[in-house]
């Protein structure tokens, strides 16, 4: 069983197929969390899927767009772009889990 799997809603990874991907994740300075969510505001992106991982903390919280959880999939239908914003960081235990799961169904949905 995979420890980390990517939910869609409202889209089909058929209509990801040749998107751009960016992403940024919490860390010193705040820059990659940050910039990512300006894009995602500014551009009025649409939530399209979340991030599930093992040990997933059970943490949600208002944003300017609703209920946000801890790890989001946003589409850009303009300009093709998927984003991940990341609100936490996933537990240490699983960054290596985290990207792993996250590149191969990134490979799979690109195919």
């Given at each position: 069983m995979e420890d980390t799997k990517v939910v869609l809603k409202d889209i089909t990874e058929d209509e990801l197929r040749n998107s751009r991907f960016i992403s940024g994740f919490r860390t010193?300075?705040?820059v990659g969390y940050l910039s990512v969510r300006h894009v995602v505001l500014s551009r009025k992106m649409r939530r399209v899927g979340?991030?599930?991982?093992?040990?997933?903390?059970?943490?949600?919280?208002?944003?300017?767009?609703?209920?946000?959880?801890?790890?989001?999939?946003?589409?850009?239908d303009e300009f093709k772009v998927l984003v991940l914003l990341n609100h936490l960081l996933p537990f240490q235990r699983e960054w290596s889990s985290f990207a792993h799961g996250l590149v191969k169904w990134l490979k799979k949905s690109s195919s």
């Open positions: 010193l300075g705040e979340f991030v599930i991982t093992k040990y997933l903390r059970d943490v949600t919280f208002l944003d300017e767009y609703g209920v946000a959880t801890p790890f989001e999939l946003f589409y850009d």
